[in-house]
């Protein structure tokens, strides 16, 4: 398929996936095709290696995890195999400590697109805290053991939102080169396609451990990660406690959101139009925004520095954010887009500057992800 000039906001949602289409100014959008319309959808993400590739994961109450993809930007979209398919019939996964234990998958949570050298190769993230890689473009699924059975998983625990895979990044430099993060366990980094994976939390506080107690190897419960598309080895990360950013490929974490008071949130993006830059959406212990109007905050990495994006008077409210309800484009300036919990699609698209409102109800937002051109 061809490329097109178009911006799609691909949105997740309580009640089915939706694809909301724009143009490169991205000032005015239209609601296009939606589906699903009875899951809970985690995530849709598109495949830039095969433009007009969409993929859904969705999760029915009655049937358990179902996988979709549409292969003309969601117009019409088929299921594909789940991990432990056939559909509709329970599935079971040895994911524990000898062959006789089985273990449910609950729900999918992200799907991840392979590295452009591996044109057929999907990544896709479930709970409880397992990985799948599929390389026919998700026909199959082979379950990651070195994750799936790790020696320390009996120690691993469900966070509030359950025991969910829910990040996978891949070196765009190296294949070979994955990190993830998993809620209540942390995050963790394959230099060898996944054949080991060594813990990736030094200097990340676990605030809920006792005093003396807080700084253990895993355990962290990270909502989110991004890497900073100028730079591979810098990654900005949201946990339960607190905001953090990386420079030398999560070797260490240096803790960044103290200056706002209290940093918690779920959701984090960094933008190839801007590099060094990542954007956050402060939350308080209940899940809303803190300060009783929707903002986002930039972090400014070289010069250290935060900055409110909203002005106080706009959008006035409690809002809720979803890890992965954050999302930003490639253009330049690049547009930043923010899904809430009851329904409302924020985007900028001026890097921040201004902000407007999709004028649409949706069902509660739980991901946002973007398609559309480059700025080159």
Not at 21 to 50: K, L, S
Not at 59 to 79: A, C, Q
Not at 148 to 167: Q, V, Y
Not at 268 to 288: E, H, I, M, Q, T
Request: aromatic share 10%.
């Amino acid at each position: 398929m061809p490329k097109d000039n178009k911006v799609r906001i691909l949105v997740g949602t309580r009640k089915g996936s939706y694809v909301v289409i724009g143009d490169r100014t991205r000032r005015r959008w239209t609601v296009g095709p939606r589906a699903q319309e009875m899951n809970e959808v985690y995530h849709v993400v598109a495949d830039p290696r095969h433009p007009g590739d969409l993929y859904s994961a969705a999760n029915s109450t009655f049937w358990g995890p179902e996988l979709y993809r549409s292969r003309n930007w969601g117009k019409t979209w088929k299921e594909i195999t789940t991990p432990l398919s056939p559909p509709h019939k329970a599935r079971k996964f040895d994911g524990g400590d000898s062959p006789a234990s089985k273990v449910a998958l609950k729900n999918l949570w992200h799907v991840e697109p392979g590295h452009p050298s591996q044109p057929t190769t999907l990544y896709l993230g479930a709970d409880p805290h397992f990985l799948f890689r599929s390389d026919d473009l998700g026909s199959s699924w082979a379950p990651i053991q070195s994750i799936n059975r790790h020696p320390d998983r009996k120690n691993w625990g469900p966070g509030a939102g359950g025991a969910c895979l829910h990040t996978i990044l891949i070196d765009p430099r190296d294949a070979s080169r994955m990190y993830i993060g998993m809620s209540s366990v942390g995050t963790f980094r394959t230099d060898d396609n996944g054949r080991s994976w060594q813990p990736t939390n030094k200097g990340v506080e676990c605030p809920f451990l006792p005093p003396g107690q807080r700084y253990p190897e895993t355990g962290q419960c990270v909502h989110h990660v991004a890497a900073d598309a100028a730079n591979p080895d810098t990654f900005y990360r949201q946990d339960h406690g607190g905001m953090y950013v990386s420079h030398d490929g999560m070797a260490k974490w240096t803790r960044i959101g103290r200056p706002l008071g209290d940093d918690f949130g779920f959701c984090v993006a960094s933008p190839k139009g801007a590099p060094g830059r990542a954007y956050f959406v402060r939350l308080d212990g209940a899940g809303r925004t803190t300060e009783g109007h929707f903002q986002v905050h930039e972090w400014n990495d070289a010069t250290r520095t935060w900055k409110k994006l909203v002005s106080p008077k706009q959008f006035p409210g409690h809002f809720g954010v979803h890890r992965e309800g954050i999302a930003t484009d490639d253009l330049d300036p690049p547009g930043i887009y923010v899904g809430t919990t009851t329904g409302q699609l924020f985007v900028s698209p001026d890097a921040g500057k201004s902000w407007r409102l999709v004028p649409f109800a949706f069902p509660g937002i739980h991901s946002v992800s973007v398609a559309g051109p480059s700025s080159g």
